[in-house]
């Protein structure tokens, strides 16, 4: 089957932590993004990258860090410089990156105790 | 003005009657338009992508563009309870950052 996924499915950290969510997708998509979801916030991106070894900032990548190393993962480490980071987290891919259909994954919901 | 923009409602309409919901944008994301489904803690799922001015059709659904008047609106014939969700309007411009989305259109449909 292809699609994206994510893991872990729900993630606790503690403050002062780093944290990594995984995000891994077999549809040979050039291009994938990260978003961050709150409550009546919408989609806000993270990061986004077009090809392996690049990528660049989205409206909110302060406390964030990604990296893709290959093609089919784009993992996200949210860093404890990150103030509040408790929300939705999405991963898409599209098959190129200038408008092109985005697909998601089931997300990550990370909780700050 | 913010670059899409819906109603965050809750919209509220009858099981069988037909669901309205309207998104505005601006012209930095112009040019292909898509609505996504959001059940509650789960991820967006696409519906319907709509690239020229016009209808477009796909069994219940319907998407319309206008770029005239820059809006774009999404119509379910015979509303279900199950398409009770929010629904997430989103816009490109071309750029490489990819879609720009609204805060999404909570709809419920009564049975």
């Known amino acids: 089957d292809g699609g994206i996924t994510q893991s872990p499915k729900y993630l606790f950290r503690k403050e002062g932590q780093n944290v990594t969510l995984s995000c891994e997708q077999n549809l040979n998509h050039d291009a994938m993004y990260w978003y961050r979801q709150d409550p009546g916030q919408g989609l806000r991106l993270i990061y986004y990258s077009q090809i392996v070894n690049d990528f660049q900032k989205g409206d909110i990548a302060e406390g964030y860090s990604v990296s893709r190393e290959k093609k089919e993962s784009f993992p996200l480490t949210v860093t404890s410089a990150q103030k509040n980071p408790t929300a939705f987290y999405l991963c898409a891919s599209s098959a190129g990156s200038r408008g092109d259909t985005q697909y998601f994954g089931p997300g990550t919901r990370l909780t700050v105790l | 003005q913010k670059e899409v923009e819906q109603n965050s409602g809750p919209l509220s309409v009858p099981e069988g009657a037909i669901a309205s919901l309207n998104c505005t944008y601006s012209d930095r994301v112009s040019q292909s338009f898509f609505w996504y489904r959001q059940y509650s803690g789960k991820s967006p799922e696409l519906i319907m992508s709509i690239y020229s001015n016009g209808d477009k059709e796909d069994g219940r659904f319907t998407a319309q563009l206008n770029k005239a008047s820059q809006y774009v609106s999404l119509l379910i014939r015979d509303s279900q309870p199950s398409d009770s969700a929010t629904y997430l309007c989103?816009?490109?411009?071309?750029?490489?950052?990819?879609?720009?989305f609204g805060k999404g259109t909570h709809l419920i449909i009564q049975p």
């Open positions: 989103a816009g490109s411009g071309g750029g490489a950052d990819g879609l720009t």
